[in-house]
């Protein structure tokens, strides 16, 4: 489980294929500190930690991630957002994230907002993909306040550190970014949908 606050933005060094799978090497702050077998958030995306170096780590993505989150889009300098997993005990300073990504989406558009920024983003909405006005959604693995969800589209809020520690400060109109949609909304959504098949 995680959390949704970023330790540290790495960059994407290597990229190798080996038949229907991409091993993804990574340099970073942290990379150092990672072992074997560990799980790790990239850009919300959980993965396994495979190989180490002294400043690099690699983490192998099977079709099915690719397919369903932004990585078949990874490029050789790219940089990532990187979460390890939550400690037993430690503070949940922002919202339960399994690294599981929904779906998705497309940044819309930036809008400088005295100092912060506000990221407008479009997804294609279902039943499990709740959103609601001041709820958590996870973006590129970030933990944030939901602002004006409005059928396809929603806000978030950026401030000046978030922007500079992430790779928020890359995305423009456009790009597309990985979503993880609250766990608790995804329940409740699961469970009106059993109710309405009953009635």
Sequence with gaps: MFTGIIESAGTISRIEHENENVHFTVESDISDELKIDQSLAHDGVCLTVVALTDRTHTVTAI????????LGSWKEGDRVNLERAMQAGARLDGHIVQGHVDTVGECLRVEEAGGSWYFTFRYAPSPETLLVDKGSVCINGVSLTVVEPDGDTFKVAIIPYTFEH???????????????????????????AAYRDLA
């Design 63 to 70: 079709r099915e991630t690719l397919e369903r989150t932004r």
């Design 166 to 192: 992430t790779n928020f400060g890359a995305l423009t109109a456009g790009a597309k970014v990985n979503l993880e949609f609250d766990i608790i909304g995804k329940y409740i959504a699961r469970q009106m």
